[in-house]
């Protein structure tokens, strides 16, 4: 039996996107890196031979030294294990490992096919630039009599440019398993009659464009037979909550029915919520109060408004009031229907003798 990880796109040392605070951000950071560490743990543990990274391993060009320390000691204290490395968009110049004494057990994938041989399964990955992009697909490297794994990374699609990896080419070639990176969230579909191809995300969601399950896919060959699972791995997940609160006039109510769609989530998670729905122009929507309502429940929590005002215009078309004044002149202007809904909410708090949140 020989076992095999597939991962991608970990993304060592980028910036988090979702406005946390610094030391969020440093402990997001940090749990990342942990979780590359966890998973050379779990490889030693569970007799896994090879560890596929395919692609975006860093994020940029800038990546710590102490980044690179932690990655090089947990590959030698794992030296059973095998780490294939293919270079993604993310780190194709990041010369992370230049100077550096690579274990002999860290292997690469470069701009020409390269194969790695183990017990019943061959791995071969090329790196897609400029100079390979239409060549590749003439010479894919097959083993007869074993499982093949063939590693890229990139977006599917149906042409041969540096950006796509062309799947209709890549179909009666022999490839049990397409081992792809670049795309974060888990996907599998069908390559040819033999084989398929597998996305398998990241090991942990850096935005709330990342939402869901994160982790890795385990391979298993047996006797010629090929059997994979994803396994999940993140320390903490992201979820995105849509929130209703239509008719919905008190930051209380609306603060309750955040609580409620929230129920069950973690409280090491991270939490976006979407507040949607009409909205009467009197209500007092306080964002910035939701958010320090439901902060303390997470480990981070953003709140968005994604609300309409459901306002009847012709509930306000004989106002002689103040208010119908305003909301008049408001929805006569030639302000967009975003903007309009900000004057009018802003306005009408003002009005009330409301606190305005900003």
């Known amino acids: 039996m020989t076992k095999i990880i597939h991962c991608a796109d970990l993304h060592l040392d980028s910036p988090m996107e979702t406005h946390m605070s610094e030391e969020q951000a440093s402990t997001r950071n940090t749990e990342i890196i942990h979780s590359f560490l966890r998973l050379t743990e779990y490889a030693a543990k569970n007799d896994v031979r090879a ?8 994020d940029g060009e800038r990546v710590k030294v102490r980044t690179i320390d932690e990655i090089l000691d947990a590959v030698r204290r794992t030296p059973n294990v095998d780490y294939l490395y293919l270079t993604g968009n993310h780190d194709d110049t990041t010369y992370a490992f230049a100077d550096h004494d690579v274990p002999t057990n860290s292997k690469l994938f470069g701009k020409e096919w390269a194969t790695y041989e183990y017990d019943g399964v061959a791995i071969s990955g090329i790196e897609i630039c400029e100079a390979n992009a239409h060549s590749l697909y003439l010479n894919i490297p097959h083993k007869n009599g ?17 950006d796509e990896i062309n799947l ?14 670049h795309i974060h969230t888990y996907s599998e579909q069908p390559l040819d ?9 990241c090991l942990e969601g850096r935005g709330f464009d990342e939402c869901g399950p994160k982790g890795f896919v385990l ?3 047996e006797s010629g037979h090929l059997e994979h699972e994803f396994v999940p791995f993140s320390c903490r997940q992201l979820h995105r909550i849509p929130v209703d609160i239509s008719g919905l006039t008190k930051n ?5 029915k955040m609580k409620a769609a929230a129920q069950g989530i973690p409280s090491e998670d991270m939490v976006e919520f979407l507040l949607s729905g009409g909205v009467d122009p009197t209500a007092n929507l306080a964002v910035s109060y939701l958010q320090n309502l439901v902060k303390r429940d997470f480990f981070f929590v953003k709140v968005k ?15 002689i009031s103040l208010k119908g004044e305003f909301i008049r002149l408001v929805l006569d202007s030639d302000a967009s229907e975003e903007d309009k809904a900000a004057i009018i909410r802003t306005g009408m708090q003002a009005l009330m003798g409301e606190e305005i949140t900003l």
């Not at 209709?168 to 990176?181: D, F, H, V």
């Not at 009659?193 to 995300?201: L, P, R, T, V």
């Not at 209380?252 to 309750?256: A, D, N, T, V």
């Open 305 to 319: 408004d994604q609300t309409h005002l459901a306002i009847n215009p012709e509930d306000y078309k004989h106002d």
């Open 146 to 162: 074993v499982i093949n794994i063939v590693t890229l990374h990139g977006q599917v699609g149906s042409s041969a440019d540096v």
């Open 168 to 181: 209709s080419l890549l179909k009666n070639k022999g490839i049990n398993y397409l081992a792809l990176g």
């Open 219 to 221: 391979l298993t060959v």
């Open 193 to 201: 009659s033999e084989g398929i191809y597998c996305y398998s995300g």
């Open 252 to 256: 209380s109510e609306i603060g309750q």
């Open 51 to 58: 560890v596929i990274l395919a692609g975006d391993m860093f």
